[in-house]
């Protein structure tokens, strides 16, 4: 079998794993028995700390980690390691923030999304809902087209398929498993493709380090090349002092108003189940950012002529290794994608069935309903992505570059300050929400660095403050509310 034949055959047992764990799922969900909605939306809340580290590491890192990132790290140098090594928080922060009193309360007022959390904290307020059904719906279909044009493009680069193809045959594996096993499936893929990011990570890291002599040697040889690549600031001073602040804000910090993200903090089996997966998670990631980016700065000591810097990893990786193991380091950053793509589909199908038709159109709905229409909410919400994704607007890449930024304009403060402050009202929340994500496209648009700083600074700046301005000026939350989220209803 030649090399191609290989790398080919081994991404068709990749996908066929994928589609089985995805039956497996259903026929454990169905095993066990249980509410459907809880079931199929969340698991039954029941994942230990291993799963709910690698679902959390694999929604997170996306093909930029191991693409886009070591390809920039190739051309700065070690000041962009140093850029990537400030996610490492990123699993301490969503868990010890969000964790133990997010789970608490979801499981108290049986909220299966983070917009249930919302409509429970702020009175069951309507706007509330629909304001923030509607930015989970457009962000997350953006962000997921663009997702599934990164994947038919690289399975396309492996399998020499043509690029119709390789989009049909990606988009149907993660229709087929998302559909049959819902988050359940998704959380058992993510821990596979997880533990493939980390292996093929640490597979590509030694073979670099070998090919390049040491070292040692890598470094004489970057220093020789340019003595910039070494320096915390990147080549001609490109990573300043403001950039890194406000791009930590953008990567880890604003982790916590991702709902996708957030989700994942309600559906641990114990205390004992998220103190593993701090310790995991943080581990892991600091593994995927530190060994890929340094692997894309050592490249330049090994393959000195990349002209494309989005190849460098695929280029390193067909060089330095066999093809077996070529195969694997390649199967990350589709794993990546695919795990992406996953959470972002089950979450989008959660928000229309469970909180807006389950809750508005058809409150009595029966099990059989609620899965029939689930089922039919993920397939055609596929098909719909696949159809955007044949033909894309060309700015539908730029409109992904913002999706995660106008996520966290509009859940942030919601989910924070509804989560710790008891004076959070609806008409604050709303507002909070119009106002950041306005501001983010208009920064976005018009103003792309203030002060130097990425627009979401600003943008969580003024969130912030018309959160406060209107609370202050509209009535105090219902005091069952708070009794229902504090247990009592006085300071």
């Not at 093909?63 to 070690?78: C, H, K, M």
């Not at 393959?303 to 199967?331: E, G, R």
């Not at 018309?466 to 009535?475: C, D, R």
Request: with cysteine.
């Amino acid at each position: 079998m030649n090399e191609q034949a290989l790398l080919t055959t081994l991404v068709f047992v990749y996908l066929g794993v994928l589609v089985g764990v995805g039956v497996y799922a259903a026929r454990i969900r169905q095993k066990e028995g249980g509410g459907f909605i809880a079931g199929y939306f969340l698991g039954g809340r029941g994942l230990n700390g291993f799963v709910l580290a690698m679902t959390l590491v694999a929604t997170y890192i996306s093909a930029s980690s191991f693409l886009g990132g070591p390809g920039t790290a190739y051309q700065q140098g070690l000041g962009w390691v140093l850029l990537a090594m400030i996610q490492l928080p990123a699993m301490y922060l969503t868990l010890g923030i969000l964790g133990k009193r997010f789970a608490i309360i979801a499981r108290r007022i049986k909220a299966i999304t983070v917009v249930d959390f919302l409509r429970e904290r702020y009175d069951g307020n309507k706007l509330v809902v629909l304001s923030s059904a509607f930015f989970v719906v457009v962000f997350l279909v953006a962000a997921v087209v663009a997702q599934f044009i990164g994947g038919a493009r690289l399975f396309q680069s492996v399998t020499r398929f043509d690029y119709v193809l390789s989009l049909i045959l990606f988009s149907f594996v993660v229709m087929i498993y998302v559909t049959l096993g819902g988050f359940l499936a998704v959380v058992l893929n993510d821990s596979i493709n997880g533990t493939i990011m980390f292996v093929g990570t640490i597979v590509l890291l030694v073979a670099t380090v070998k090919a390049g002599g040491g070292t040692a040697a890598i470094v004489q040889q970057l220093a020789a090349k340019n003595p910039e690549l070494l320096t915390p600031f990147g080549v001609k001073h490109f990573i300043s002092l403001p950039w890194i602040s406000s791009f930590w804000v953008l990567v880890c910090i604003g982790l916590l108003g991702l709902p996708q993200n957030a989700v994942r903090a309600m559906a641990y089996r114990d205390s004992r189940a998220m103190h593993s997966a701090i310790v995991i998670g943080t581990v892991v990631t600091g593994a995927l950012m530190l060994g890929m980016h340094l692997v894309g700065v050592f490249a330049q000591a090994v393959i000195p002529k990349v002209t494309v810097t989005d190849m460098t990893i695929p280029t390193l990786a067909l060089q330095v290794l066999p093809p077996f193991l070529a195969a694997l380091v390649l199967a990350a950053p589709l794993a990546a994608i695919m795990s992406t793509v996953d959470s972002q589909l089950i979450y989008m199908a959660g928000t229309i069935i469970k909180d807006i038709y389950l809750n508005y159109i058809n409150p009595s709905a029966d099990e059989n309903c609620l899965k029939r229409l689930s089922q039919a909410c993920n397939i055609l919400l596929s098909l719909l992505i696949l159809a955007l994704a044949l033909k894309p607007p060309s700015l539908i890449i730029w409109v992904n570059l913002f999706a995660f930024g106008g996520l966290q304009a509009a859940f942030f403060w919601p989910l924070l300050l509804g989560l710790y402050w008891k004076r959070a009202n609806a008409a604050g929340a709303v507002a909070s929400q119009v106002g950041g994500v306005l501001a983010f496209v208009w920064f976005s648009a018009f103003v792309p660095r203030p002060l130097g700083l990425h627009p979401i600074v600003p943008t969580l700046l003024i969130s912030l403050g018309s959160f406060l301005l209107v609370t202050a000026l509209t009535q105090e939350p219902k005091c069952e509310t708070i009794k229902k989220f504090w247990g009592y209803a006085e300071d």
